[in-house]
Nanobody
């Protein structure tokens, strides 16, 4: 079965850092673009960062540019989100997403991990 398992969330003070991990299984990792989304109550789920299947291109939401970095490790079937200079407005549930490079309708979601930025 396809699984995307996120980890690394938690409570951090403003200005601090966290690294989220998403371990993928049940599909060919190298054939999928990977991304991170986040959602807070009452707001739409928004794209935070994305990386293409060959890691040639990375895209970021304007609000996180210069602070967050997405990367992937093919040997570990894992995608990461390094989050630096965290702000209270970064507080959200963060979700990992996988999308097939050849069949766009083949997309999968993780269960989410909570990130709370507060002093």
């Amino acid at each position: 079965q396809v699984q995307l398992v996120e980890s690394g969330g938690g409570l951090v003070q403003p200005g601090g850092s966290l690294r989220l991990s998403c371990v993928a299984s049940g599909f060919t990792f190298s054939s999928y673009a990977m991304s991170w989304y986040r959602q807070t109550p009452g707001k739409e789920r928004e794209l935070v960062a994305a990386i293409t299947s060959a890691a040639a291109i990375k895209n970021y939401a304007e609000s996180v540019k210069g602070r967050f970095t997405i990367s992937r490790d093919y040997a570990k079937n894992t995608v990461y989100l390094q989050m630096n200079s965290l702000k209270p407005e970064d507080t959200a549930v963060y979700y990992c997403n996988a999308r097939s490079i050849v069949v766009a309708l083949l997309t999968y979601w993780g269960q989410g991990t909570q990130v709370t930025v507060s002093s």
